[in-house]
C-alpha cells in the first residue's frame, strides 16, 4: 500500500500535536519506500518545524522525511496540480501534494479540511 502524507501529518508527529498518535502509527506501520512525499511537504514540514522547536529539529524532520520516496514537482504534476486547483479551488500548495499522490496512485492522509472530501484522500 502507496501512501502519501502531507504536512500536517508530519508536523502533528514532530511536535507531538493531538493527532500525533494517529499519524505515527500509519507511519510505524507503512515501509518507508512505500511513503510518498511531496517537496512541497518537505518544505512546509522544515519551515515549520524550525518555527517551533529550531533548525536542529527541523533537520532531525528532514532526516525522517528524506527516508521515504521524495518526489520533485515536475512538468506534469504541476499540470495536474493547476487543474485540480482549478476544478476544486485548492490552494497552490494543496494542489501540488494532492496531484503528486494521485499521479503516483497514493492515498494521502491529511487533516485538512480543503482536502477532506476529494478522491484518495483519507481524512485524519
Known amino acids: 500500500m502507496t501512501v502519501s502524507i502531507d504536512s500536517y501529518g508530519w508536523i502533528e508527529r514532530f511536535t507531538n500535536g493531538p493527532k500525533a498518535s494517529h499519524y505515527s502509527k500509519l507511519i510505524d506501520s507503512t515501509k518507508q519506500e512505500e511513503i510518498i512525499t511531496s517537496v512541497v511537504v518537505l518544505y512546509d514540514v522544515y519551515k515549520r518545524i524550525k518555527q517551533i522547536k529550531g533548525e536542529e529539529q527541523a533537520l532531525e524532520a528532514v532526516v525522517a522525511l528524506s527516508q521515504t520516496k521524495v518526489v520533485p514537482v515536475d512538468q506534469t504534476i504541476s499540470l495536474e496540480a493547476a487543474d485540480f486547483s482549478l476544478e476544486h479551488n ?9 496531484a ?11 487533516s ?3 482536502l477532506k472530501r476529494m478522491k484518495g484522500v483519507t481524512f485524519v
Open 100 to 110: 503528486t499522490a494521485r499521479h503516483l496512485g497514493a492515498e494521502l492522509y491529511t
Open 112 to 114: 485538512d479540511e480543503d
Open 90 to 98: 485548492l490552494h497552490f500548495s494543496d494542489a501540488l501534494v494532492y
